[in-house]
């Protein structure tokens, strides 16, 4: 479940920084200074409210987390993080041009917030990750549930989640890759 909220975060990162470093070249009507110090602001309150956002929600479906059965369809973290940047990549696209056409009248405060929605959802990602260490179980959406984007993990249509030991999966907690030992 950590895997969705993370897949949009270094996409959303990445757009963000490239915007915000060609937004810099451009003086733009309030000039470079107004436009990274509002970008800098923007940044801060984006990352604020995207890593809070829904945490009620996203508690009450890990207190009812379900043990995962064997009918329950569980997918690899490579899939999800695909069939998430599949769904919302013409948004992730108009988002990005946004915030580049925003750097003509504010330079680098359209990348600056991009960023930091992408930051936010890292966050929230690493928050979620220290519930599935303290828990000591990954917590997981059945596919069936979420949107035909892939995402909203949190939405109307997940009604529990499903939970599974720490080592299942290809996930480590958080949404992370799994780190395998070096054979030596």
């Given at each position: 479940?950590?895997?969705?909220?993370?897949?949009?975060?270094a996409?959303?990162?990445?757009?963000?920084?490239?915007?915000?470093?060609?937004g810099?070249?451009?003086?733009?009507?309030?000039?470079?200074?107004i436009?990274?110090?509002?970008?800098?602001?923007?940044?801060?309150?984006?990352?604020?409210?995207?890593s809070?956002?829904r945490?009620?929600?996203y508690t009450?479906?890990?207190?009812?987390?379900?043990r995962?059965g064997?009918?329950?369809?569980?997918?690899?973290r490579?899939?999800?993080?695909?069939?998430w940047?599949?769904?919302?990549?013409?948004?992730?696209?108009?988002?990005?041009?946004?915030?580049?056409?925003?750097?003509?009248?504010?330079?680098?405060?359209?990348?600056?917030l991009l960023?930091?929605c992408g930051?936010?959802?890292r966050?929230?990602?690493?928050w979620l990750g220290?519930?599935?260490r303290a828990?000591?179980?990954?917590l997981?959406?059945?596919?069936?549930?979420?949107a035909g984007?892939?995402?909203?993990?949190?939405?109307?249509a997940?009604?529990?989640?499903?939970?599974?030991g720490?080592?299942?999966?290809?996930?480590a907690?958080?949404?992370a890759?799994r780190?395998?030992?070096?054979?030596v």
């Amino acid at each position: 479940m950590a895997v969705v909220v993370r897949a949009g975060a270094a996409p959303l990162w990445w757009a963000g920084v490239f915007a915000a470093g060609v937004g810099v070249l451009v003086p733009g009507v309030t000039g470079r200074r107004i436009g990274v110090m509002a970008g800098a602001a923007l940044f801060i309150v984006a990352a604020a409210v995207v890593s809070y956002l829904r945490r009620g929600r996203y508690t009450e479906l890990a207190r009812s987390a379900a043990r995962a059965g064997k009918h329950d369809v569980l997918q690899d973290r490579a899939v999800s993080v695909r069939n998430w940047r599949r769904g919302h990549r013409w948004w992730l696209l108009v988002a990005f041009v946004v915030a580049l056409g925003f750097s003509f009248a504010v330079p680098a405060a359209g990348g600056m917030l991009l960023a930091g929605c992408g930051t936010g959802l890292r966050l929230k990602a690493a928050w979620l990750g220290r519930r599935e260490r303290a828990e000591d179980a990954l917590l997981w959406v059945r596919v069936d549930w979420l949107a035909g984007n892939g995402g909203r993990p949190a939405g109307k249509a997940v009604r529990a989640y499903r939970s599974t030991g720490i080592a299942a999966g290809d996930a480590a907690p958080g949404g992370a890759r799994r780190r395998t030992a070096a054979l030596v």
